[in-house]
């Protein structure tokens, strides 16, 4: 967040140095940099993330399972079965 508000000061100082109508043009860009930064950290801070992590946690448990008992898996032939439950979870 800091180093966004710190990008968009210093893009402002600059703009004022060389030419206000530089200035102009760059506060068009505002509502669109404000919209892009609210989104970005909405999905950092995990709001929108949560689906995601649960379905990659799911996944994770798969791949744990199967290469704990790999030679299980290798000898009932399960191999297909548990790539094709790991590609579900991790596209759901």
């Not at 703009?15 to 930064?37: D, N």
């Not at 950092?44 to 008992?69: H, R």
């Amino acid at each position: 967040m800091v180093q966004n508000v710190g990008a968009f000061v210093c893009g402002f100082v600059i703009a004022f140095y060389y030419s206000w109508m530089l200035t102009l043009v760059c506060l068009a860009f505002v509502p669109f940099i404000v919209i892009t930064m609210a989104l970005m950290m909405s999905i950092f801070t995990g709001s929108v993330g949560d689906e995601e992590q649960k379905a990659l946690e799911g996944a994770g448990k798969i791949a744990t399972e199967a290469t704990i008992n790999i030679r299980t898996v290798a000898d009932l032939g399960r191999e297909d079965a548990f790539a094709q439950k790991y590609e579900h979870n991790t596209t759901s």
